[in-house]
């Protein structure tokens, strides 16, 4: 920002955003002030925002009736895993799109998101029956695999546009001093890489823990992670707006910190080839 | 010799039991199960149960309805296996069981006592001669009033009220500067929401869901008069929003004081009687249901039962988990840790006889009349093809209840008037039913 | 550079991605396709072949159908419309010189995180509930009486929760868009006498193209298939029935696979037709 801005204009424009910002925010927050609240107060006319006797005993509550470490496990265990699994596919095809163009690349990549059109709700059925065959219902192995599967065409877009900015004489080079093809992919471009595939793993791990429709119906036990933790806290007999809060800040805290933590790398690489 | 023969009979018999502990909780039985607070009070007593059967280990899903009657239908319908106990309804039970996809409850052991089951809801449960699912607790529905808002109007609520005495009461309590509305009803889509509702109070009416030939009845005055007389009532005295009140919603309107009447489940008694979660917990009298002097009360009938998937692996340990959860010594406990009030009520004769609990829950006695008022072999005036008192027994209901369910709710939000809504619903009926080959 | 090795090593690598996705696609499709053409109803104890093209027939002959489709089509173009002009005008203010940059950001960023379903519940419960809801208090606070919005405004209600998830990821990608503008070229302009509003036009539009069309294209796919959203707050009723939810409704709720198997199919084809021609833009972009 080398040009000079009036104060007076830089006032301005900081309140407007800051008024947007809070707003935008402040579903999230209402949801963890009431999670701290009574069931009273939450519903309380006019509303507490502040000034209510602060209390962990939804948190308690909540605690007491399911294992929330369980299914936060499950959540980390799907989301990491898929995550990783993806990436050992889609590193190398990204690769070969971004370094050796073929004529059909371009139409490849553009079918591998168009598999993401298929609706998932047509295809419960056999995708179930398949899983109850293989014996792999309710085990995190195969949401691993599915998830891995719905959010690959991302990883790999994401990873194409990424890669192709790298310039090819790097490689070239690389190709000269006698590098293989692995130990260029491992110690040439991966490095130089690092900031897309970061924002990559961020998004995805978003996109796996957020999924909300296989990992409903999929998992009864064993591999049931925060969605169904949460599907286990909506509308039960009377409207409990304080232990719903709670609930839902532990389903959400997570990804929350990580994100907010790692934003920085996860917006430097989130532009999917927009930018050039 | 004597000694010696004492310590080794000491020692096998250390090691049998060692041996059965570490056997111990060989079997892990799971149980799918509603966010019902009954059922969340069950689940809080896993160690009770885990201590009197130290070899049956229990796994809970807690779910909300919808996604648990979603998971457990699939599962079932694919025999994947995912259950040994399932949560399902009155609905379901006759369905499922002459597909044979419930393990009959047979040889359930003295202490369940299965003659002392309600015969009303033991009847809907019941396949072929066999009880296909527990009860774990029966509710019909009934009306709930504030006895304060009822004496400022200058009204004395009859134990047996009419529609019309509904709707004059409703008008008069009704007060919308202060956030009372008169009535509250259900107008949440659904085939279990407000169907349950309206289905319920169209046998009041006369009205009927198919003729005995199948033929779907919207078409009718019966029917007509229903839509109209639940329109106009909650238009002039229901709360706002309300095609999207459901149970939980109503309740809690309820429970804040903000509805004079509440026409529902008769479980909701325990919750809007108890001071810890209710606002108007010592003004809240019940009555039955309404009715039209047809000769029909519109109150349904409903049990969340316990039962077996053939596709369990564990049907023996099931059974023993729901020989205990739905037994008379399950009661005991939940009083004895809760107080009889909280205990499931609606499923045995020896609850409404234990003088306990008719002084803990001054509702016990309209619970009880509600529930045997409710037939469901003949659940409305004229004869039906059909068994259920809120629902129709075939398995295109679901579907076919939820998307009427949504057009009349579409009425209540004032999308579409009662002729529309009706005609809409009769078109899709039909079409349904004849794709269905009736 | 490259060579005929290369090559052949760059098909290898790109199998493993191709191929499972293949199959990703392929068996269900097939199998889904097989339960199209039955009359499939477990409840019924039905498994009976043939139903021919009885299934899709009936399923675009319903009313429900059309509906669906226009309800889908309206409930994506409002978010979309919402998210991309949101989302320029988010990024254009976030661009410029403000107190607490980093601060303002993440608290803009946040809802991205958010849980589908959480966010429907307490955008259901907490807010748009019209007597407890924050909303409600709002409305009664300025003597304004509530609105009642899941009943009646129940598309618009889906369409604020979805776009407020959303908003965030159309504003960073359009951000980076922004931030990777030339200044000097904006300032030459500034020089000129251009006002914000040619400059806008003129340079900062046409330099966002490419990222917009990239938010179009990445949330349509995403969009197509909301179902938790709806799932939870009006569970498809008052007209918010969308394509999705429609084959939810028959594969689920009336558990008729054979005809929701055949509306499967058939989300399946439009959906890719949208996508042929969303990519046709996004593909031209590409080679830029």
């Not at chain 2, 004769?349 to 016990?364: K, R, V």
Request: charge should be negative.
């Amino acid at each position: 920002m080398a040009r000079a801005v009036p104060t007076q204009r830089r006032i301005t424009l900081s309140v407007v955003a800051w008024v947007i910002a809070l707003l935008i925010f402040f579903p999230i927050l209402w949801t963890i002030l009431t999670s701290f609240k009574t069931e009273a107060e939450a519903v309380a006319d006019p509303p507490l925002f502040l000034n209510f006797a602060w209390t962990l005993e939804n948190y308690a509550v909540v605690q007491e009736r399911s294992d929330y470490l369980r299914y936060l496990w499950n959540s980390i265990a799907i989301a990491g895993g898929s995550t990783l699994l993806g990436l050992i596919i889609a590193v190398p095809a990204a690769w070969s799109m971004a370094f050796v163009p073929g004529k059909r690349t371009k139409d490849i990549l553009l079918w591998m998101l168009s598999t993401k059109m298929l609706p998932a709700v047509g295809v419960l059925y056999p995708i179930r029956l398949i899983l109850i065959n293989l014996g792999l219902l309710d085990t995190k192995f195969a949401l691993i695999f599915i998830l891995t599967l719905i959010n690959l065409p991302i990883i790999v877009w994401m990873l194409y546009t990424y890669f192709r900015e790298i310039p090819g004489e790097i490689l070239e080079a690389a190709r000269m001093d006698g590098a293989t093809l692995w130990s260029e992919i491992a110690h040439v471009l991966t490095p130089m890489a690092v900031p897309g595939i970061a924002s990559t793993v961020l998004l995805n791990i978003i996109l796996a823990w957020n999924e909300a429709f296989w990992t409903l119906t999929l998992t009864t036990v064993d591999a049931a992670p925060l969605t169904a933790f949460i599907a286990s806290y909506s509308s039960p007999e009377g409207l409990f707006y304080a232990k719903l809060s709670a609930a839902s800040t532990m389903a959400i805290a997570p990804i929350l910190i990580m994100g907010w933590f790692s934003q920085k790398q996860l917006v430097r690489g989130l532009t999917f080839g927009a930018v050039k | 010799m004597y000694l010696k023969n004492v310590l080794g009979a000491t020692s096998a018999l250390a090691l049998t039991a060692a041996a059965t502990a570490a056997f111990a909780q060989d079997t892990t039985i799971t149980i799918a199960t509603v966010n019902n607070g009954d059922m969340i009070r069950m689940q809080g007593l896993t160690d009770a149960f885990t201590e009197a059967h130290p070899d049956i280990a229990l796994e809970w899903v807690t779910l909300e309805e919808n996604v648990l009657r979603q998971n457990v239908t699939t599962d079932i319908a694919q025999g994947g296996g995912q259950y040994d106990v399932i949560t399902i309804g009155t609905y379901e039970v006759p369905i499922w069981g002459e597909r044979e996809w419930l393990v009959p409850l047979t040889d359930m052991g003295d202490d369940f006592a299965a003659d002392d089951l309600l015969p009303a809801i033991a009847g809907g449960l019941t396949v072929d001669g066999n009880l296909m699912a527990s009860p774990f607790y029966g509710e019909s529905s009934m009306v709930m009033y504030r006895t304060d808002l009822m004496d400022a109007a200058g009204l004395e609520m009859p134990d047996a009220p009419s529609w019309e005495f509904i709707r004059e009461a409703a008008i008069a309590m009704t007060d919308r500067d202060n956030d009372i509305y008169g009535v509250c009803l259900r107008g949440k889509p659904g085939w279990g929401e407000n169907m349950a509702f309206l289905t319920a109070m169209s046998n009041s009416f006369g009205a009927r869901w198919f003729d005995e030939d199948w033929t779907p009845q919207f078409d009718t005055q019966e029917w007509a008069d229903t839509l109209n007389f639940y329109l106009d009532l909650m238009n002039e005295a229901g709360p706002p929003g309300a095609a999207n009140n459901g149970f939980n919603e109503n309740l809690a309107l309820f429970q804040q004081g903000q509805c004079g009447m509440w026409i529902d489940a008769t479980v909701a008694a325990s919750f809007v009687t108890n001071p810890d979660e209710s606002e108007v917990a010592d003004s809240v009298g019940f009555a039955l249901a309404p009715d039209n002097g047809l000769g029909r009360r519109g109150n349904w009938l409903w049990a969340w039962s316990l039962a077996i998937p053939a596709s369990s692996d564990a049907p023996e340990a099931a059974k023993t988990f729901i020989a205990w959860a739905t037994g008379p010594g399950y009661l005991e406990l939940v009083a004895e840790n809760e107080g009889w009030a909280n205990v499931p009520p609606g499923t045995r004769t020896s609850l409404y006889e234990n003088p306990a609990y008719l002084e803990a829950a001054p509702f016990a006695e309209m619970t009880l009349a509600s529930i045997n008022e409710a037939d469901p072999q003949n659940p409305t005036v004229d004869p039906v093809p059909y068994v259920g008192v809120q629902f129709v027994a075939i398995p295109e209901f679901q579907g076919i209840g939820t998307q009427v369910g949504q057009i009349f709710s579409s009425a209540l939000a004032g999308q579409i008037s009662a002729e529309e809504a009706l005609e809409q619903a009769q078109a899709f009926v039909t079409e349904e039913m004849d794709a269905a080959g009736y | 550079m490259a060579t005929q090795h290369s090559r052949s090593a760059a098909r290898v690598m790109m199998a493993p991605a191709v191929f499972l996705l293949l199959v990703w696609m392929l068996v269900p499709l097939c199998l889904t396709l097989y339960f199209s053409l039955l009359d499939y109803r477990p409840l019924r104890g039905t498994f009976d072949c043939c139903e021919g093209l009885g299934n899709y027939v009936r399923f675009v002959s319903s009313s429900a159908f059309q509906d669906s489709v226009v309800t889908t089509l309206m409930m994506v173009g409002g978010i979309l419309v919402i998210t991309v002009i949101g989302g320029i005008l988010l990024a254009l203010l976030l661009d410029q010189p403000i107190f607490g940059q980093g601060v303002v950001r993440i608290l803009v960023i946040a809802p991205f995180f958010v849980m589908p379903t959480v966010a429907a519940l307490v955008w259901k419960n907490m807010f748009m509930n019209p007597v407890n809801g924050l909303l409600a208090h709002l409305w009664r606070f300025f003597g304004a009486e509530p609105v009642e919005w899941l009943t009646n405004v129940p598309l618009l209600s889906i369409i604020i929760i979805v776009s407020w998830m959303w908003l965030p990821f159309a504003t960073l990608i359009l951000l980076t868009a922004i931030q990777s503008l030339d200044s000097e070229q904006l300032e030459a302009a500034e020089m000129d006498g251009a006002g914000f509003f040619s400059r806008f036009g003129y340079i900062i539009l046409p330099h966002m193209a490419r990222a917009i069309t990239v938010v179009i294209l990445i949330q349509t796919i995403f969009l197509l298939s909301i179902f938790a959203e709806i799932f939870v707050t009006t569970g498809g009723g008052f007209g918010t029935r969308t394509l999705t939810y429609l084959v939810y409704q028959r594969v689920i709720e009336s558990q008729n696979v054979g005809l929701g198997s055949a509306g499967g199919i058939i989300a399946v084809i439009l959906a890719n037709i949208v996508a042929f021609f969303l990519m046709r833009i996004v593909g031209k972009n590409l080679d830029a």
